[in-house]
């Protein structure tokens, strides 16, 4: 059985930051991309960073130049460096693995969230 767990959120203040953590379980096949996403209490989950095992990564707009991602994927490990937070920051963060499913498909695999509040 494939589990994601997230570590490293929590309480800052703006200007501070973070280093999330995402360690993966269990086999994925074709484990390919591992990235992350946020999600704010009645909004839809939106797009962080990705990072692929092509070592390509790609950022929301939003986090350019702030946060930076980075992937392990012989240790299925996937970190986000979050810098010059903001308090719009502020949401639940989910580490995600996309490989591919038994019936030969992209699937994706998600974890159970870490909270990050950026608060003065």
């Known amino acids: 059985q494939v589990q994601l767990v997230e570590s490293g959120g929590g309480l800052v203040r703006p200007g501070g930051s973070l280093r999330l953590s995402c360690v993966a379980s269990g086999k994925i096949g074709g484990l390919y991309a591992m990235g992350w996403y946020r999600q704010v209490v009645g909004r839809q989950r939106e797009f962080i960073a990705t990072s692929t095992n092509r070592d390509t990564t790609d950022y929301a707009d939003s986090v350019k130049g702030r946060f930076t991602i980075s992937g392990d994927f012989v240790n299925k490990t996937v970190y986000l460096q979050l810098n010059s937070l903001k308090l719009e920051d502020t949401a639940v963060y989910y580490c995600?693995?996309?490989?591919?499913?038994?019936?030969?498909?992209?699937?994706?695999?998600w974890g159970q969230g870490t909270e990050v509040t950026v608060s003065s």
């Open positions: 995600s693995a996309e490989g591919i499913g038994t019936n030969g498909r992209p699937r994706k695999y």
